[in-house]
């Protein structure tokens, strides 16, 4: 029980918490829209005499309204040796890979099986709506969580290759059918079967499922007693059709199923006691009583300063009478978001959701009253319940509020979140105000003294944000009327992500239809996001009611539609931009209305409407299969083991740079960002901060000791002296006492500037000529001559826009001085320990020596920590050097986005010779990147683009010329693909056009094109022997069923007039090895203790992508040691020197030779004594080596060897060898939103012979995700007007979410056929990066299916559509008469746009 005397009024539950070191619930965004920091909040009900658990976000929610109330955190259910089942499966099943985001999962899911031991598999997919993760794809989360489901994964269960649960009835068994455990019966007699949606419960009981061993359940390989044994680790089936070959996931799934703890919901901690007395008021003598709250804080600065919790609503309304400014909070989901990224100040707040008057529901004969302050997650449950009971005639209205609330939010925000919030907020783009409207709902305002009124929502919008609340009133409840006969209601929502996201444009319509004349004699239609508030379209209305059309009638939508069209038009300039897109989609939705309300009449006299079927939006399950073989050869390596932190993240021990404890008298920093993207600085005052009690320190460019420039160009300044080059750059820090002190001080200080040009988009910087001098040239063969003799000739261009990392866990670092000798300890999330190291040392004018970076675990970093975080901990260093105190820099997620770089954009203007059959004879690209304002990483990212221009296809002549832009914007940098799928990106649009002029498929474009093992690259690089890719074409076209699908997708569009489905396949192939000769090297450090334990230390860092865990499994695998022996503690420049980044794909490479070659040795030294003492365990053996005075440590090195690149002469080898790809999309196309569903990919990749199968299947999909999401619904957009990026945040910015990745998910690894000609260490390849320019294949499906929607409108020239292809560029792209409609002539184009791509 924690019983709270001096509450910090502007303290949040997360900082509560974390400050009383329960770390594992993270700060991730600061919003409520990541996840990372839920936690399981539960109350007790009075009315219905039980708990209620729920999710919340931690980060939003004030410390103030947990009175009463039972917090449950990740650490409170169970620890690495004892975890609880959900923490378990996660981990084992590997949905666990940087771990940052792991415990909001956990929370999630343990909040469901509270209130729904046996939840359905659709319950269990969307308790996850509120959760991001960047690094698994989210699939193995999803099938780890299954396992709870009510309809199987039981006991003994796995997920077969035809996606069927089986379960063995005996408890044996591997879950094939055949499995030899099973004694050979046959399907029927050994197994249980059931599709995962079945609903069907399966009868295993899984009580003594934690007692059963590995052997116990998987497959009987390795036990030499089985029938058949050879003695050999491979299958005792042989080798034959019924041998496990091919069987790996499964056999890996049972063994880790095996391991399960039993999951008994009856177990589950029982409510505190004493809150149900509390709650009840039967609290006794010397516990303390419930009552009305009103709270001081006396604290500096404090953005609340006065609390009231009233506990009735007569308490509520004399407090607002007497503070009628007061804020009145429930869910905060609006109040903490102005409070922490705005600076609001509401000085007076007073929360009302402990006020049960406010959540009464009362039906009443024309319809239902609700309790303004009913929460949505409620709303949702009472509308379900009413509308079920009351039928479709009269609950119409009450349905399409369950249809708003569907896609609002996620659960965490759902569940504190009220109607009246939403109301009196007065959104614009409310996702339940369009529908209130609509519905002609009615509003009572209540006031002290008993006043009441009444009033309509038509009259309650006054303007923007401004309502007819009065000072003193509340909103009390909200009255929603039954529909009637004849009467169809529908509630619409498209937003640039479907779940979870703001809205773009929401709408409500309804209209009353006469059944004898079939006329509209009442009508609504209800808009957000067209206007300052939530508006009734009248002119839309009077168009329904006096067309004098039936409704039925193609003329009724048709005047319906211009109408709208005419009414809701947008000016070019609008706030929110999107103005063409926004007006398309509001006439899309009275288009889209029209026919589903005349099929819901019956009246479906018209085509459109004969086709509203189509408009259904049923989600359906996700599903995945894994396919690759079993691993018999060795004994650790290749072997699919978890990720050997998982259980530890799941259960929130595992630490991350904020995690860390406090440091005694440890100080807080942050940055004063600049307010213009490029200016001159004229003076810095910092005076109105320093005189704050508290802060230490405001530190300028005079104040770093050492080197203010660095990065390998040494062209960037780490503080400015004279100019700053893009908006939110690091002016100054600010050292204070407290996190949040540091920050209210750094807005205080004052920089003066004078503003200069600025330039922000790529095509602006190529137009001015604003780039850096490095040119890369590739050229090979007359390109004039090839492309005089060409068929056909085409010019044209390629764009993608940038991508964020979004890595879950922030840049943060902790700076801690020894205090003597210049000493310092950095604690730094970052890839790149050495260049931390180094760049610290330059700045404090110390040795290198001196300084000792630390890197634990990163919670991601996807190459955004490469280079960039070595700012982060650098100005953490500052700090320390002049405070000679700890200094902790934690960036919040708007400063961390706005600072660190992304993905570069690219644009490339290019001509391309084919004959007329499609063969490739002439490419010349001109390649420009967006820099940013300085070099960093860039001109690495351009070779690599550069070099991947061909991608898998021969060119008879090539000129490929690339340049690095400098703009004002964040200095771009590494991330996933580090330009070789912008490179590649260009060349497939490109070849998307030319087939369209052909008219051919680029599939058979692509084919006929592709490189032979005997073709050489662009770059002079032999592929020789170990190219796959046509064999892997072949392989998926077939296994896929291309043909087929393609002529099903053909089919489908045919018949269907608003959705569209496209098909399409793409190969990738992506060099392995640094672009820098030097940087082809790795190190190791093992140490063999004399209990035989091994400490391993090498120059990888690990950020979720499992490089430890395989290192460990070299390490084991070489030293013949189980894997349990293996230890790794953490990544530190004084036991791994001069390190490489952990970047490129090749830390596994480098770094696991290294290891090998050190264990190798130690192998060798101690193998007399295990020959001498064959029947010891190695830990005796160990200590008689030992004492023999044996040397136990050893240092091994690699470096990758012939490597090495001219790019002057076109000589050498850039690339050690290829891994290579092909992945075949399917998706589905709303036609009038441009919104999207994946059905299904397959992805078929060669990883050599794999160190771990399980991690490389989780890095494939992860990295396929995020690049469905840089195609697709990630846009990086900035403001033209001031230079300042717009999509800070996951509120603005889109990563994919749980249930926006393939409907049906199938990754399989290519096997090896005979000796490898890799030289790589075990003939393993690189995987993290390779899979993510798979995830375009996507994009190019969307493009596929617009197509189809173009042709169905008789467009047939060729589609240019840029990345990211949003619901906006798709549903403008299709070109049918409602985008014709809304599009803005050219002279209409004035003004400064809204956001622009850069």
Known sequence: RETLSDVDLDETLLEYLRGRGLTGTKLGCGEGGCGACTVMVSNYDVDRSQPVHYTVNACLCPLYVMDGKHVVTVEGLGTAETPHPVQQRIALLHGSQCGFCTPGFVMSLYTLLRNTPEPSEMEIEECFDGNLCRCTGYRPILDAAKTFSRQAWKQGAVVGADGLAQVSKSGKGCGKADCCQLGGGSESESTAESTLASGESLSADASDQSSKTVSDVGCCKGSTESKGSTGSKGCCKGTGAKSCAGSGPALEKAEAMAQFRAYDATQEPIFPPFLMRYARGTTVDGEPRRQALALVNGRSGAQCERFFRPLTLEQLLAIVGEHPQAKLVAGNSEVGVEARFKHSAFAVQVYVGDIPELRVVERQADGVSFGANITLAQFARELAQLSSELGTEKAQNLEACLEALRYFAGNQIRNVATVAGNIATASPISDLNPVLLASGAELTLAAAGGQRRTVKMADFFLGYRRTALQAGEVLERVFVPHSRAGEVVRAYKQAKRKDDDIAIVTCAMRVVVDPASGRVHDAAFAFGGMAPTTV???????????????????????????????????????PGGMAEYRAALACSFVARFWAESCAALGLARGADAAHAGEHSEARELSRGQQAYDAVAERVVVGKGVAHLSALRQATGEARYVDDMPAVGGELHMALVPSAHAHARITAIDASAALALAGVERVLTAADVPGENVWNIFRDEEL????????????????????????????????????????????????????????????????????????????????????????YLEPMCAVAVPRGEAGELDLYASTQNPTEAQMVCAEALGVAAARVVCHVKRMGGGFGGKESRSVLVSTFAALGAHHTRRAVRLVLDRDSDMRTSGQRH???????????????????????????????????????????????????????????????????????????????????????????????????????????????????????????????????????????????ACDEYNARTRFRKRGLAMLPTKFGISFGVKHLNQGMALVHVYMDGSVLVAHGGTEMGQGLHTKMAQIAAETLQLPLSAIFI??????????????????????????????????????????????????????????????????????ATPDIGFDWQKNQGLLYFYFTQGVALAEVELDLLTGAHTTRRVDVLMDVGRSLNKAIDIGQIEGAFAQGQGWTTTEEYLYSPRDGRLLTQGPGNYKIPSALDIPRDFRVELLEPRGPSPLKTIFSSKGIGEPPLFLGSSVFFALRDAVMAARRQHGVTAPLHIECPATPESLRLACEDEIVELTRIPHEQRQGTPFAVRI
């Open 719 to 806: 503080l400015p002296t004279r100019e700053v080059h893009y908006h939110g750059q690091p002016v100054a820090l600010v050292v204070a006492r407290t996190a949040r002190l540091a920050q209210r001080a750094a807005r205080l200080v004052r920089v003066a500037y004078d503003a200069l040009p600025a330039v922000l988009t790529v095509r602006d910087a190529v137009a001015q000529q604003a780039w850096f001098g490095e040119e890369r040239v590739l050229r090979n063969g007359d390109v004039d001559a090839a492309l005089a003799a060409s068929d056909v000739v085409l010019a044209g261009e390629s764009y993608c826009g940038a991508q964020e990392h979004f």
């Open 905 to 1047: 954009p690219f644009y490339a203007q290019w001509t391309v010779g084919a004959t007329r059959d499609g063969r490739l004879r002439a490419l010349r690209m001109r390649l420009f990147s967006n820099g940013g304002f300085s070099h960093d990483l860039s001109v690495g990212v351009l070779e690599r683009a550069v070099s991947h221009v061909d991608n898998c296809y021969r060119f008879a002549a090539t000129d490929i010329v690339g340049r690095v832009c400098r703009t004002n914007t964040q200095s771009n940098t590494a991330f996933r693909g580090f330009g070789g799928c912008q490179g590649m990106l260009m060349t497939e649009s490109m070849l998307c056009e030319l087939a369209d002029r052909l008219e051919l498929t680029v599939e058979h474009i692509r084919r006929i094109n592709m490189y032979e093992s005997a073709d050489v690259t662009p770059f002079s690089q032999p592929l020789g022997a170990d190219w796959n890719v046509p064999r892997m074409w072949d392989q998926l076209h077939a296994s896929a069923d291309f043909a087929a699908r393609r002529r």
């Open 1129 to 1198: 503690s953490e990544t530190a420049t004084n036991t791994a020197a001069n390190t490489s980044p952990t970047a490129a794909s090749a830390s596994s490479d480098l770094n696991g030779f290294a290891v090998h070659n050190a264990c190798a040795a130690l192998a060798r030294r101690l193998q007399p004594y295990r020959d001498e003492h064959p029947d010891l365990p190695f830990a005796k053996v160990a200590k008689i080596a030992y004492l023999d005075r044996c040397q136990l440590t050893e240092a091994g090195h690699y």
């Open 536 to 574: 009734l379209a009248a002119q839309v209305a009077d168009a329904a009611r006096d067309s004098g059309y039936a409704w039925d009638e193609p003329a009724a939508r048709a005047a319906a539609v211009a109408a709208c069209g005419a009414e809701l038009r947008l000016g070019y300039a609008v």
